[in-house]
């Protein structure tokens, strides 16, 4: 999950929201998909982080975008296309 952040007055970090990855939902998932669990996280991680700078996947067509988004990052960090 990402939930974005509205920053306090005068705070200066670039802060873009948080996200929530439940370490027992990817465990299973990532054994239910054959996947390794360090890619799974990668996968969450790069996901939920394209949510929190507007990305999504509403209709197809926006999928189709997130997803070659998450491709392209995902190849460039040494991970396999999750999907």
């Known amino acids: 999950l ?15 929201g948080d996200l929530v990855i439940c370490a027992p939902v990817v465990a299973r998932e990532a ?10 996280y990668a996968h ?8 929190l700078l507007g990305h999504d996947h509403e209709n197809d067509a926006d999928a189709e975008r997130m997803e070659a988004l998450e491709r392209k990052i995902l190849t ?8």
């Open 2 to 16: 990402s939930f974005p952040a509205e920053l306090p007055a005068g705070l200066k970090l670039p802060l873009i």
């Open 31 to 40: 054994v239910d998909q054959g996947k390794h669990l360090r890619d799974h």
């Open 44 to 51: 969450m991680t790069v996901h939920g982080t394209l949510h």
């Open 76 to 83: 460039q960090l040494g991970v396999a296309d999750p999907y």
